[in-house]
């Protein structure tokens, strides 16, 4: 294998994994741009190492590793947050990512750019779905959308939404910009209208509305 072949090997397991990884940072989870960077460029590394470094040896083996090592990395991405599991779909996401560096790094070009756009096609794409099937699960009524012109402000605005109602949830938060995003709260059918009215002045909200209960959203276990 020439040096040359070793870098682009590299730089597109490179690429394939920013672009996931972005998607998850734009989405604020755990394990975002760099992290998700890192697991793919590495997961590339190993299996470089494996083939370049063990030649005439089981090269599965470090493949095997691989996966068993990142499983444990995507364990840290799950919290369970009173009756609610978060992270899995962050956990899957680094387990995918690696999967797409071991392909980069064996040279399955075809196997990593496709892999990465079907990933990227059922983050950004098929969440609608996957939230219609969750929203059947919450036990919340309804929804509030506040757009935000300072993320900063994001705590702020969820600690006075629970003050007005103290089953209040984070259900979903999406940047829109450097300093802008969109969250999505969880509120009482009766509290719905108030909390959008009260949250509209709050500092830092450019806008707040009430949602219909089928509004599709993130799904909770993103």
Known sequence: MSEIEVIARLL?????????????????????FRTHIL???????????????????????????????VGFLGAGAIFKEGATVRGLTTAAGLWVVAAVGM??????????????????????????????????KQKVAYQVEVTLADTKQLDGVLKFAR?????????AFKRTGDKTGVLIIGVKEEKAEM???????????ASAEKLSPLFWVHAKTD
């Not at 190993?46 to 005439?56: A, Y």
């Open 12 to 32: 597109l397991a490179l690429v394939c994994s920013a672009v996931i990884g972005y998607e998850r940072e734009t989405a604020q989870k755990a394990a975002g």
């Open 39 to 69: 697991v793919g460029v590495g997961a590339a590394i190993f299996t470089i190492v494996s083939i370049i470094g063990f030649e005439g040896g089981d090269e599965s083996r470090v493949a095997a590793q691989i996966v068993t090592g």
């Open 103 to 136: 392909a980069a790094g064996s040279g399955s070009y075809t196997v990593a750019i496709t892999g990465t756009v079907i990933v990227v096609a059922v983050l950004i794409l098929f969440y609608r779905a996957d939230a219609i099937l969750a929203r059947r």
């Open 163 to 171: 003050r007005i109602d103290d089953n209040v949830e984070q259900v």
């Open 195 to 205: 909390v959008a009215e009260m949250l509209s002045s709050h500092k830092g909200v």
